[in-house]
């Protein structure tokens, strides 16, 4: 629907920190559940597996990890500019994926277009 819009991704070596933004509006980041989830790929940018959680920021104003990012990442929000941020520290290989916004406002799930992060070794 065009309100998320992923940036911050890039490529880094093994060990490196990303910051990735998620700018959305404000009523969104302030009502409804928003969080990251990635996708690996493949050699040929082919999408693998299944996306999985990184972080959920919830409506009540709780935040969930996923076990990939837990104690690695970390998951802020700027209410005035209405943007999600997904801190990412001692980056790993593992790490390499399509990084996405999603949220879900009262049962609305939107996905955004993603950005990529690469991981070497």
């Known amino acids: 629907q065009g309100l998320l819009m992923e940036s911050g991704g890039g490529s880094v070596q093994a060990g490196g920190s990303l910051n990735l933004s998620c700018t959305t509006t404000?009523?969104?980041?302030?009502?409804?559940?928003i969080g990251w989830y990635r996708q690996a790929f493949g050699k040929d940018r082919d999408l693998v597996g299944e996306r999985e959680l990184v972080a959920r920021l919830w409506s009540d104003g709780s935040i969930s990890y996923g076990a990939n990012a837990e104690g690695r990442f970390t998951l802020s929000r700027d209410n005035v500019k209405g943007v999600l941020y997904l801190q990412m520290k001692t980056l790993e290989p593992e790490d390499t994926s399509i990084y996405y916004c999603?949220?879900?406002?009262?049962?609305?799930?939107?996905w955004g277009q993603g950005t990529q992060v690469a991981v070497s070794s």
């Open positions: 999603r949220t879900n406002c009262r049962g609305t799930v939107s």
């Open positions: 404000q009523y969104i980041l302030n009502t409804c559940d």
